[in-house]
C-alpha cells in the first residue's frame, strides 16, 4: 500500500460496508451498482472457479487493479484502457471512466501504487484519422463488456466497432469487428516518456514494430532501468495507407519515428475490402525486436483467436481450480475466486519463451534461465511475504522456487540481494529486508529448487554488510544498517534520507528484527552457528523501541530519551504509513514476548480491543494483517474468530470497490483466500498457520504432490462464526494452529462452528 492511497482511505473507510457489497450474481441479467448496470457472473457455473472471477472488482480508484487479459504470472497483461499513460500510480483503466483511449500491453503491477512500463496501445478507429487519446478516445457503455481472466470484449460506441482481447504468456491478440463501411484505422503507440522510444511500420510485410524504454521510480524521481520493452504486430490484412506521428504532427507514409516527441506513434488503414473482422497479433520482449517476433512465432504460430482464448481459459480453470470451496454465498464465491485470480499476476515472467532476460539493475548482459524455468521480476516484497508468496509455498511451490531463484539471481548480478524489486532494478521504495523471509519460508517448507548456499550468503551480506556510498544510494543495502547496528534500534537523528520512505526509524527497527530472526533461523539450519546467535539476538531490537511505559513503541533518540508529546493512535513520521498503536503488534516473531512486555494477557487483549474499538485498524495497511489472529497467542481465540469474519464480511465486497485499499500485487487479495479458508501465517519464515473462522463448509486445496489439504467447517453459517471445536485427522486439537507438514501430507482439518465463543463459554 502506498500512501497517497492509504491516506484518503483512512478517511473514508474503516468497518463500514463498501458501496457494491451487495452486487447478485445473476446469469444474464445486469446488476446495480450505484445506479449503474453491469454485466454479472453467471450463477448457473458457481461450481466453475473460472466463471466465478469478476475482473471489476478492485478496479475502482482505491483497489488498483485492472481487467487484464492473460495467463497466470504473465509477462504482459491486455486491458482496455481509460488512462493514457504511465504515470506513477496510474492504473491503466477505472471502472468510473467512460472512455477507452485503447488497448494496452500492460505492465502495471496489479493494485500498487508504482507505474506501468515498458507497454503498447493500440486503437482501432474508424473514419477520420484523430491519434491523440483525447481526441481518439470512444464511449463505451459497461453492459457491453465482457471480462474473464482470458477474455475481454468491448463495443466502442463512437466508432460502432467490436474488439476482443486473448492473450498468452508473452503475447496477445485482438479481434476488431469493424462496421461494413468507413475508413478502417489501427493506431499503436508506445507509452514512452517525452523524448524516448521508436515505431516503425513495415507496410510490405504488415508488422509494426517499436519499443518503449523502461523508467523506474527511485526515490520519487524517473531514472533509466536500462531496458525496454519490444513489440512486434502482425496483420494480415494488406495495409492501405500508413505513416507516423510525434506530438500532434502526422507524417504520411513516413515508416519510423523516434526521439524528440511528447507522444509518438504510428498509424496503419487497412483496405476497403479487407473481413470486418480482423486479427491483429503482438509479441512483446523485455531483450529485443526480435525475440519479441519469437516470442509470438512460439506461443501464438497462427492467427487463430478462439484458440488464443481457450488455451488462457483451459489454463486459468486448471489454476484456479487447485482450490475448491463448497458453501458460503455466491457472492462470497466470487470475491473467494477474484481473490484468487489476483493473486495470481505478480511477480511476473519477464523472460522470454527461449529463456533470455536482461541483468538485473542495468547490469547489462543478456543471461538465461535454464530450461523449464522462468526469471521473474515485480517483486512487492514490503506486501507480499505476509501472506501471498506463503500461499504459493501451498499452492505453487516449484513455482516459488523459480522465484526465490530469481532473487539470488538478482543479488549475484546486481552485487546486493535486493528489497523491493521492480523494473529489474534496485529501488528502496519501501522498508524492511523481507527477500529473506521469502526465502527461508521456501526453504523451511521443503522448497528447494534454488542455491541455498549462495541465496544464504546473500542473506547474510544484506543483514552485516552496508554497501559503498555509490551503490547505497542506488538502492543496495538495508537502509540505516550502521545505526540499527550500532544502537540496536534506529535513532531518531538518522533521518534515512536516501530512500523513497525517509525516516519511519521505529517501522525499519521493528522490520529488521523481524528479518533478523528469519535471518537466525536460516543460519541455524545450515549450521552457521555464530552467525544465528548473533541474528537471533538482534530480532530482540524490537524491545529496544517499546517503551515501557506507554506499553507502545515510540520514537527514540540516540541517547535513550522517548520522543514526546507522544499519541498512540496519530500518525507519525517514525511510523511507515500508520500509527504507533498498530505498529507495536509487528513483532510475528516473538508474540509471546510482546505479552509479557504488555504486562500479561489481559492487557494485550485490552491494547487489541482498543485498536478495533478506535477504529484505528486499517485493513488497507499490510503490517496490520496479521494483527486479528494475535488474540490466539493470548488465549482469546474467539476474539480472533470474531475480528476476522467481521474483516472477510465488511472490508471486502464484489463490486469495482470490493477492496478495502490497493490490493499491493496481490497481498490484499491473498489475506482474504487465505482467511476466508480459515488460517493465516502470522509468522512467515515458520511452517505454522494459526486457525481463525473458515468462510466455507467445505475447501480442498489440490497439492503439487498430489495429495490434498481437505477443511471441513460443519454447521458453518453467517451467524455461526465460532470454533467449538477443531480436529486433524480426527485427532482434537488444543491449541490454535497447525503446520505446514500437516497440509503436505493432505490431512483433513475439521471445524464444529457454533453460535457462542468457546473460550468465553470456558471462562463461565
Not at 171 to 195: C, D, H, W, Y
Not at 245 to 261: I, R, Y
Not at 432 to 461: C, S, W
Request: aromatic share 12%.
Amino acid at each position: 500500500m502506498r500512501i497517497e492511497y492509504r491516506l484518503m482511505k483512512q478517511v473514508k473507510r474503516r468497518f463500514q460496508g463498501v458501496a457494491g457489497r451487495g452486487l447478485r450474481v445473476i446469469a444474464g441479467v445486469a446488476c446495480l451498482i450505484a445506479g449503474t448496470a453491469i454485466p454479472c457472473v453467471a450463477s448457473e457455473h458457481a461450481s466453475d472457479p473460472f466463471k466465478m472471477v469478476d475482473p471489476r472488482i478492485g478496479t475502482s480508484h482505491d483497489g488498483q487493479t485492472y481487467p487484464v487479459v492473460g495467463v497466470p504470472f504473465g509477462m504482459t497483461g491486455w486491458t482496455p484502457e481509460t488512462r493514457s499513460n504511465e504515470a506513477k500510480c496510474v492504473a491503466p483503466y477505472y471502472y468510473n471512466d467512460t472512455k477507452i483511449t485503447g488497448f494496452r500491453g500492460s505492465h502495471w503491477l496489479s493494485g500498487s501504487c508504482t507505474q506501468d512500463y515498458g507497454s503498447v496501445t493500440v486503437m482501432p478507429t474508424v473514419g477520420e484519422l484523430k491519434v491523440s487519446p483525447e481526441q481518439r478516445a470512444s464511449r463505451f457503455q459497461h453492459t457491453s463488456e465482457v471480462m474473464s481472466p482470458a477474455y475481454y470484449s468491448v463495443h466502442l460506441d463512437d466508432y460502432n466497432l467490436q474488439v476482443e482481447l486473448a492473450g498468452t504468456t508473452r503475447a496477445g491478440m485482438m479481434r476488431i469487428t469493424f462496421p461494413s463501411t468507413g475508413r478502417r484505422n489501427i493506431l499503436i503507440e508506445p507509452n514512452v516518456r517525452p523524448g524516448q522510444g521508436f515505431v516503425e511500420v513495415r507496410p510490405k510485410t504488415g508488422e509494426i514494430v517499436g519499443y518503449n524504454p523502461v523508467v523506474r521510480i527511485y526515490q520519487g524521481a524517473g531514472k533509466p532501468a536500462g531496458f525496454s520493452g519490444y513489440f512486434v504486430i502482425k496483420l494480415q490484412e494488406p495495409i492501405q495507407d500508413f505513416g507516423t506521428w510525434c506530438g500532434e504532427a502526422v507524417t504520411k507514409h513516413a515508416q519510423q519515428q523516434s526521439s524528440g516527441c511528447n507522444r509518438l506513434g504510428a498509424y496503419v488503414t487497412l483496405a476497403n475490402n479487407t473481413p470486418q473482422s480482423v486479427i491483429v497479433r503482438i509479441g512483446t520482449s523485455f531483450t529485443s525486436i526480435a525475440e519479441a517476433e519469437r516470442n509470438l512465432s512460439a506461443e501464438e504460430p497462427d492467427s487463430n483467436f478462439d484458440a488464443v482464448r481457450n488455451s488462457a481459459e483451459a489454463t486459468w480453470r486448471q489454476y484456479l481450480s487447485r482450490i475448491e470451496v463448497e458453501g458460503g454465498t455466491e457472492a462470497q464465491r466470487t470475491i473467494f475466486y477474484t481473490a484468487l485470480f489476483h493473486a495470481s499476476l505478480a511477480p511476473r515472467i519477464v523472460s522470454d519463451a527461449d529463456g533470455t532476460y536482461n541483468g538485473f539493475a542495468g547490469e547489462g548482459r543478456l543471461h538465461h534461465a535454464p530450461a523449464g524455468t522462468d526469471y521473474y521480476d515485480d517483486f512487492s516484497l514490503w506486501d507480499t511475504f505476509r501472506a501471498l508468496h506463503p500461499l504459493l509455498t501451498i499452492l505453487d511451490p516449484q513455482r516459488d522456487g523459480q522465484m526465490v531463484q530469481s532473487l539470488v539471481d538478482k543479488g549475484q548480478q546486481g552485487g546486493f540481494l535486493p528489497i523491493f524489486p521492480t523494473w529489474n532494478s534496485y529501488t528502496s521504495e519501501m522498508i524492511g529486508d523481507h527477500t529473506v523471509a521469502v526465502i527461508y519460508d521456501a526453504y523451511v517448507k521443503g522448497i528447494r529448487n534454488f542455491d541455498v548456499p549462495e541465496a544464504y550468503r546473500l542473506v547474510r551480506q544484506n543483514a552485516f554488510i552496508t554497501p559503498p556510498r555509490e551503490q547505497y544510494v542506488e538502492g543496495m543495502g538495508r537502509r540505516a544498517l550502521t545505526s540499527y547496528q550500532r544502537y540496536g534500534y534506529i535513532p531518531l537523528e538518522d533521518e534515512v534520507l536516501d530512500a523513497f520512505h525517509q525516516r519511519e526509524q521505529v517501522s525499519r527497527t521493528l522490520e529488521y528484527a523481524y528479518d533478523d530472526y528469519v535471518a537466525g533461523q536460516f543460519a541455524t539450519a545450515l549450521g552457521h552457528t555464530d552467525d544465528a546467535t548473533l541474528l537471533l539476538k538482534r530480532s530482540n531490537s524490537w524491545k529496544n523501541v517499546f517503551d515501557l511505559e506507554t506499553r507502545f513503541v515510540r520514537g527514540r533518540y540516540a541517547n535513550g530519551s522517548w520522543i514526546t508529546p507522544f499519541d498512540p493512535g496519530k500518525p507519525a513520521t517514525y511510523v511507515t504509513e500508520a500509527n504507533p498503536w498498530q505498529y507495536t503488534f509487528f513483532v510475528p516473531q516473538d508474540v509471546d514476548g510482546l505479552i509479557h512486555a504488555m504486562g500479561d494477557r489481559e492487557t494485550f487483549i485490552s491494547k487489541l480491543d482498543g485498536l478495533f474499538t478506535a477504529k484505528l485498524y486499517d485493513q488497507g495497511n499490510e503490517p496490520g494483517h496479521a494483527i486479528a489472529y494475535l488474540y490466539n497467542f493470548a488465549g482469546a481465540p474467539g476474539k480472533t474468530q470474531q475480528r476476522v469474519r467481521e474483516l472477510l464480511n465488511t472490508q471486502f465486497g464484489s463490486g469495482p470497490d470490493g477492496l478495502p485499499g490497493n490490493d499491493d500485487a496481490g497481498q490484499m487479495s491473498a489475506w482474504y483466500v487465505l482467511s476466508a479458508m480459515g488460517f493465516y501465517p502470522v509468522c512467515p519464515g515458520t511452517p505454522s498457520y494459526s486457525i481463525g473462522s473458515p468462510l466455507f463448509s467445505r475447501v480442498v486445496i489440490h497439492l503439487e504432490n498430489g495429495k490434498r489439504f481437505t477443511i471441513a467447517a460443519h454447521n458453518n453459517s453467517a451467524d455461526r462464526i465460532y470454533v467449538k471445536s477443531v480436529d486433524l485427522d480426527g485427532h482434537a486439537q488444543t491449541g490454535w494452529s497447525f503446520s505446514h507438514r500437516d497440509i503436505l501430507r493432505g490431512a483433513t482439518l475439521t471445524f464444529e462452528m457454533g453460535l457462542l465463543d468457546r473460550t468465553m463459554q470456558e471462562q463461565r
